[in-house]
Nanobody, 121 residues
Framework: QVQVVESGGGLVQPGGSLRLSCAAS????????MGWYRQSPGKERDLVAR???????NYADSVKGRFTISIDNAKNTVYLQMNSLKPEDTAYYSC???????????????WGQGTQVTVSS
């Protein structure tokens, strides 16, 4: 079993900052990448940012220059530093980990329970 647990969401004023954390644990041989998606009511779930264990990153255009994703490979933990937050960043943020468990199982994607981020004055 693999568990993915997020923390760090909440309410923040426009222009403020939040830091999300996401830790994967359990029966993990290795991790290929971890990242964050977000979804607002009535919208599709979109990728916010992802990072490989080698440090390669991808960001949604809407967050480039404001959000920074980082990873602690020793802790199987990914962080999303969100600065200059805007009301349109309000969404439910979900973390995933692409985990390699065994040669038979290969890679599987595991999701956390998600955390709400609300940007409002």
């Amino acid at each position: 079993q693999v568990q993915v647990v997020e923390s760090g969401g909440g309410l923040v004023q426009p222009g403020g900052s939040l830091r999300l954390s996401c830790a994967a644990s359990g029966s993990i041989f290795s991790i290929n990448d971890m990242g964050w998606y977000r979804q607002s009511p009535g919208k599709e779930r979109d990728l916010v940012a992802r990072i490989t264990t080698g440090g390669s990153t991808n960001y949604a255009d809407s967050v480039k220059g404001r959000f920074t994703i980082s990873i602690d490979n020793a802790k199987n933990t990914v962080y999303l530093q969100m600065n200059s937050l805007k009301p349109e960043d309000t969404a439910y943020y979900s973390c995933y980990a692409n985990v390699f468990r065994t040669a038979v199982a290969g890679y599987s994607r595991y999701w956390g329970q998600g955390t709400q981020v609300t940007v409002s004055s």
